[in-house]
């Protein structure tokens, strides 16, 4: 199954906020929809899912229109919410009713939807008597509820404690094995990584980046070599690079360089004892989202992800940015 | 359909299961159980008051030959007038009469109320019809002859050519009270139950899920249908009482009940009231979309409830059989007439075709309404922040493309 959009202009009052995206997503394999705040996510995922109408463009599976009647669709809106004072069992029976299972089956999904997330003692409880956590894990299993084919999430990790993350990851994960549609929103480019085959960057309402993570990763590395110096090693190395009349630009633990594959092995073998690790250079997500939709305010963003202070480029000098999140090496 | 029928169900079942639903059900049935038995003890009350009355206040005969002319407790009649007055002053009495004659008497009073002034009309009263008895007697008519006289009764062949609205009166006035509590009431849960789930993020969940037209109808269909278990079990309650209690009834007002109980009537009752719910409850949902916070919601339905009010008055007004132009043009208007034109049709000032129309036109009108209160939510759906007015709503609502 694959979900094409195509051409996907939305505008309010006047206002353009999705201009011309076009991108795919094909079963048994996930996609992260990535951008800013305002960027345009939500709206994508509001006009996928006909909350509202796109002005021009298609969303299409298989080359037919998407019909949410015909299609079964799992969604979490990023503002969600279910009744406070209702049982969890009653409300996704409820919300599974609604999309078009009988009774019984929905009880039994249900049912086993609030098992899968350890909640079996508070099945018959009002949602409110429920912690934060535990009321996000029935929010996220409504979206699980009658088999659907695409599964559309917006900012689904928001909230949850690495625990909690983890049991959602995996039910994610077991969703893209069984060759669901899986689309995803997230700022938390951790989970990006770990979880997406395929991304799409979005800023201001336009396609920056859209393809296998890989290979956008291998793209944003612009064909650097990684060299993570040992402890205290790396002015001497950084040194011994430039002495051979190469650029070497420090990014965090990292010295980076263009790739020179007769260069590189006599530079190791040389070095060997001062080089921990080497290989391609490939830009965390989180370089290459900042790098692609907006340098400038690097430290805002910085602080949207809760990671580094990293400045956005990959060959610009970076402060604290970690090796392990920074790069992904081979072992020398 | 198989959505409003899981809407329907889901809202329901809800409203049926709140404990301040069953509560109100179970204490509204206990008053109809008690209205129900409420003859029967008023007729026994009635009935133990005529064996033994008794004057309020005491009582001084100046001529002792007419000692006990008056029903007062030997306890209250005084030897002096000024024991008589000594003891209204001190407030043992609250009133006292002198006899001086059966035609002159002399009152003294503690305070004088609207209370004291009724009692004392009763004893000049009293006074005037033994005065009479005693003239009539010295002119040779008995006391007993004078009596039949006045029972003569005169014998009516009352030939009713439209409606009896004394006896459909006491029907409207409990369909006035019943319909305008219960629109109000439910009016206000089903905009709440919209504001609320706006309010906590559930309406995104919803109409991706099925579509608006089955959130709004299976929310109104549904409240609707809980207003009326709720009617029905206070009916059922009331009922079983009555019929419990049916054959201890005085005879007078199982007349009374036998006349009020039109079964025609009732159903145009039953219906306007089903009517009434509709028509105001797509309206209450509509408002309740186009608020962020379940706070504002009072504040949204001010102008339904001003109309409301205002049908409740003119219903009022037709019930006391005004034929004005308030009350005629009313009964036409969709939300006043399922107010006003059953009242009207009850106390025959309307005829069976006004009511069929006005029924025709309240339902295309309860039709084209949900059809805009469908638009208006589903386009307030994602709107928050500031209320949104009607107006402004229903415009968007039909000329955006959102």
């Given amino acids: 199954m694959q979900l094409d959009i195509t051409d996907v202009c939305k505008s309010f009052e006047g206002r353009q906020v999705l201009h011309s995206l076009s991108f795919s997503v094909t079963s048994g394999r996930a996609m992260g929809f990535l951008g800013r705040n305002g960027a345009g996510k939500s709206t994508t995922f509001r006009c996928l899912m006909q909350v509202f109408r796109q002005d021009s463009g298609s969303f299409t599976v298989d080359g037919r229109p998407l019909d949410p009647a015909e299609h079964r669709i799992g969604y979490l809106p990023e503002e969600r919410g279910m009744y406070a004072k209702t049982s969890l069992v009653d409300q996704l029976e409820y919300f599974a009713c609604l999309k078009g299972a009988s009774r019984k089956d929905a ?9 899968y997330f350890g909640l079996d003692e508070y099945a018959e409880k009002k949602l409110e008597t429920l912690s934060k956590g535990n009321q996000q894990k029935i929010q996220i299993a409504q979206a699980f509820l009658g088999d659907p084919d695409i599964i559309v999430l917006d900012e689904p990790f928001s909230g949850l404690d690495p625990v909690n993350a983890q049991v959602f990851k995996d039910a994610i994960r077991s969703m893209v ?19 997406c085959d395929d991304v799409t960057v979005i800023d201001a309402g336009r396609i920056v980046a859209s393809g296998p993570l890989e290979k956008i990763r291998k793209d944003a590395g612009r064909g650097l070599y990684a060299i993570e110096p040992t402890p205290g090693a790396s002015d001497a190395i950084r040194t011994a690079i430039l002495a051979t009349g190469r650029e070497a630009t420090c990014h965090g633990d990292l010295l980076l360089t263009p790739r020179d ?53 990959p060959d610009a000098n970076a402060s604290d940015a970690s090796a392990d999140k920074t790069a992904e090496r081979t072992d020398k | 359909m198989n959505g409003l029928a899981t809407v329907f169900r889901f809202e329901y079942t809800q409203q049926v299961r709140k404990k301040a639903f069953v509560a109100t059900t179970v204490l509204l049935a206990c008053a109809a159980v008690f209205a129900a038995l409420c003859p029967i003890i008023f007729a026994s009350a009635l009935d133990g008051q005529s064996s033994d009355q008794t004057l309020t206040g005491g009582v001084y005969y100046a001529d002792p030959s007419l000692a006990g002319t008056l029903p007062f407790d030997q306890d209250h009649t005084y030897e002096s007038e000024d024991d008589l007055r000594n003891a209204v002053e001190d407030g043992t009495e609250s009133m006292g009469f002198v006899i001086k004659d059966l035609t002159h008497i002399t009152t003294y009073y503690k305070n004088y109320t609207s209370s004291s002034a009724s009692d004392s009309g009763i004893v000049q009263s009293m006074l005037q019809q033994a005065y009479v008895t005693s003239v009539l007697a010295s002119r040779g008519v008995s006391p007993d002859e004078y009596q039949a006289l006045l029972a003569t009764p005169v014998d009516e062949d009352r030939q009713i050519l439209g409606r009896d ?39 995104e969940l919803l109409i991706t899920s099925t579509r608006p037209t089955n959130l709004i109808l299976g929310k109104v269909i549904g409240l609707t249908c809980a207003a009326l278990t709720q009617i029905g079990a206070v009916v059922c309650a009331g009922g079983i009482a009555y019929l419990a209690a049916h054959d201890s009834y005085p005879q007078g007002v199982r007349d009374f009940l036998s006349d009020a109980f039109d079964g025609s009537m009732l159903g145009v009752y ?94 295309a009108c309860t039709v084209a309404l949900a059809y805009v209160s469908v638009r208006i939510y589903r386009w307030g759906t994602l709107r928050y922040g500031t209320r949104i007015k009607l107006f402004t709503a229903i415009r968007k609502a039909f000329s955006s493309q959102e």
Avoid at chain 1, 177 to 195: N, P, T
């Fill in chain 1, 107 to 115: 009880r039994r999904d249900a049912l086993g939807w609030i098992r």
């Fill in chain 1, 177 to 195: 094995k069984k060759g669901k549609l899986v689309i995803f929103s997230s700022h938390q480019m951790a989970y990006v990584e770990e979880m």
């Fill in chain 1, 261 to 313: 594959d007769a260069f590189l092995r006599g530079f190791v073998a040389e070095h060997f004892d001062r080089i921990a690790s080497c290989g391609d250079w490939r830009p965390s997500m989180q370089d290459i989202f900042i790098s692609l939709t907006g340098a400038d305010e690097s430290t805002d963003n910085a602080s949207d992800v809760g990671a580094s202070d990293a400045t956005g480029s």
């Fill in chain 2, 165 to 203: 609205s004394t006896t459909q009166y006491m029907t409207a006035i409990v369909y006035i009270v019943v319909v305008y509590i219960v629109v109000l009431f439910f009016g206000q849960t089903v905009a709440t139950a919209v504001a609320r789930e706006k309010d906590s993020k559930t309406m």
């Fill in chain 2, 270 to 363: 039953l219906l306007n009231f089903v009517l009434a719910l509709a028509l105001f409850m797509v309206l209450y949902a509509a408002l309740g979309s186009l608020v962020s916070r379940v706070e504002d919601v009072s504040t949204a339905v001010t102008p339904v409830m001003l109309l409301v009010v205002i049908a409740y008055l003119l219903a009022f007004l037709a019930a006391d059989g005004a034929t004005n132009a308030f009350v005629t043009i009313g009964s036409w208007i969709p939300f006043f007439s399922v107010f006003v034109m059953p009242i009207r049709f009850s106390v025959g000032t309307a005829s069976w075709v006004q009511i069929v129309g006005s029924t025709v036109l309240t339902l």
